[in-house]
């Protein structure tokens, strides 16, 4: 299945997970806003990554913008940051997103930077569940 993986990226993580996405599952990859509506036609599966800064995610307001050209694929979500899963503010996040579209896409929440003292928490092993999700539609 012929996927794309569009970000956005402040402080490099995203960026990062988005290359490893791209190598390990054969995907293209666009920054938020170089890829054009008429584009999605051409993926099965579209995955919206960005970071999350205390209850605010800007692919929350993409994902919303695209959503009429990608609602009838696979949508998975990927949300970055320093909080963990569990935390109030990822929480907020992800409730965040409206629910029409929160209930037909895929969401994870995976490990962010902060700083130089979280930065050794980027790593390709938090994207196996992706990995794993991916390979099996």
Known sequence: ??????YK???????KYAEWLSEEINADVFRFGQIKKDQ????????????TYIGW?????YLKKVWQYIKD????VVAVGA?????????????RIPIDIRSKIK?????????????????????EPIFKYVRSL
């Open 1 to 6: 299945m012929k996927t794309a993986v569009i």
């Open 9 to 15: 990226s402040f402080l490099g993580s995203t960026g």
């Open 40 to 51: 999605f036609d051409n993926y099965d599966i579209v995955i919206i990554s960005s970071g």
């Open 57 to 61: 995610m800007p692919l929350k307001g």
């Open 73 to 76: 694929k696979n949508v998975v």
């Open 83 to 95: 909080a963990s899963e569990d935390d109030e503010w990822s929480i907020k996040s992800y409730e």
């Open 107 to 127: 969401y994870f929440k995976i490990p962010g930077k902060l700083g130089k003292q979280t930065a050794k928490d980027i790593k390709k092993e938090n994207l």
